[in-house]
T-cell receptor, first 115, second 113 residues
Framework: EPEVTQTPSHQVTQMGQEVILRCVPISNHLYFYWYRQILGQKVEFLVSFYNNEISEKSEIFDDQFSVERPDGSNFTLKIRSTKLEDSAMYFC?????????????FGPGTRLTVL | KQEVTQIPAALSVPEGENLVLNCSFT??????LQWFRQDPGKGLTSLLL?????REQTSGRLNASLDKSSGRSTLYIAASQPGDSATYLC????????????FGTGTLLAVQP
């Protein structure tokens, strides 16, 4: 069964460093998302991406964050200068999205630890 | 602004019990509702998706119901097993074109052998 994959599973970085989190959505899906979950808190939306551009972003998604779909398969989240409070699980999700097919499928997540 | 609440926050039951997890949402104009399972430190596994036109959806020992008018959904787990121990999350798509999900805080379920 097709699935969303994410790499790496765990990333440890120093504060101020850049990190890139990678996702491979399900191949025929059209909408892509990043969410994050700080330990013990709700899963919260970061950004959605459709047709090679950002369709919506949350207040969290400031200038330090960017997303890219550099080829037909990968979807990346870049954090330019990490802060301690960026430590969280980051989930990628994708959806085909038509009238009867709007279930979101999530990847296993990347645990980001900022020291 | 859509808000999703789940009660109880935590639940511990002996193996074999039937149980109900609750989810409520403030804006009833939803397209669907999704239930997820999350094991500790792991990703989100989609369990059931109920479309707004449906009242119930079943998968094995799981049954989810949806009452849009009252802003509620329940997840019924029959004959619980220790392997069901996990956090269960419900989520609804926000209004707007992007279908982003708004999550509840989850119910942490422990099934004791």
């Amino acid at each position: 069964e097709p699935e969303v994959t994410q790499t790496p599973s765990h990333q440890v970085t120093q504060m101020g460093q850049e990190v890139i989190l990678r996702c491979v959505p399900i191949s025929n899906h059209l909408y892509f998302y990043w969410y994050r979950q700080i330990l013990g808190q709700k899963v919260e939306f970061l950004v959605s991406f459709y047709n090679n551009e950002i369709s919506e972003k949350s207040e969290i998604f400031d200038d330090q964050f960017s997303v890219e779909r550099p080829d037909g398969s990968n979807f990346t989240l870049k954090i330019r200068s990490t802060k301690l409070e960026d430590s969280a699980m980051y989930f990628c999700a994708s959806i085909y999205r038509d009238r009867g097919n709007n279930e979101q499928f999530f990847g296993p997540g990347t645990r980001l630890t900022v020291l | 602004k859509q808000e999703v609440t789940q009660i109880p926050a935590a639940l511990s039951v002996p193996e074999g019990e039937n149980l109900v997890l609750n989810c409520s949402f403030t804006d009833s104009a939803i397209y669907n509702l999704q239930w997820f399972r999350q094991d500790p430190g792991k990703g989100l596994t989609s369990l059931l998706l109920i479309q707004s036109s449906q009242r119930e959806q079943t998968s094995g020992r799981l049954n989810a119901s949806l009452d849009k008018s009252s802003g509620r959904s329940t997840l019924y787990i029959a004959a619980s097993q220790p392997g069901d121990s996990a956090t269960y999350l419900c989520a609804v798509p926000d209004r707007g074109a992007t279908n982003k999900l708004i999550f509840g805080t989850g119910t942490l379920l422990a099934v004791q052998p």
